[in-house]
């Protein structure tokens, strides 16, 4: 594989999931990137991170995408976490507000760790339980937009938009970084030291990807 440097550039990209505890990252991350769902699944303990692998205009792009590892439940993840991260899910669960409510505490977290642009999806996790819902489609939309992120419900139980929540945020890095390439020559150097994360391709063509990726019209 390192061969085909000169022919197709390889990026790794670092993808943080954010969120209170038992909102669902864990099992949104195994069903994403081995298509697993575990429904007794423990909170996670220790450093977990899964990297998947994509093509975007002839590059291939890893995404690195990094659980909490449980810290969450300590109100403070560490600043390590977010090192390095160019893209963040920021998950919350649709039948407890609480979880919802404190969306805003996780985005400032992650502003303050955050040393360059973040590609941020918010995720409103479960909506399977629809019967149970305790936060409407709209106020998700209205908390996104006021924060300029992308939004998706997503059910990991059952794989609802689980693939194009996290390639959404892939692409999105992927544009990022290649407007800072076009700027900047230096960039490619320091993206290879930071060691920066990506994720999967957006192949349902949602509304909302298309006017954000149609490069090529």
Sequence with gaps: MDSSDDEGEEYLFKVVIIGDSAVGKSNLLSRY??????????????????????EIN????????WDTAGQERFRAVTSAYYRGAVGALVVYDISRTTTFDSVSRWLQELQTHSDTTVARMLVGNKCDLNNIRA????DGKKLAEEHGLFFLET???DSTNVKTAFQTVIREIYNNVSRKVLNSDSYKAELSLNRVTLSNDCSDGSKQNQSRYSCCS
């Design 58 to 65: 002839g590059k291939e792009v890893k995404a690195q995408i």
């Design 135 to 138: 936060v409407s489609v709209e």
């Design 33 to 54: 990137a081995r298509n697993e769902f575990n429904m007794h699944s423990k909170a996670t303990i220790g450093v977990e991170f899964q990297t998947q692998t994509m």
């Design 155 to 157: 059910s990991a139980l």
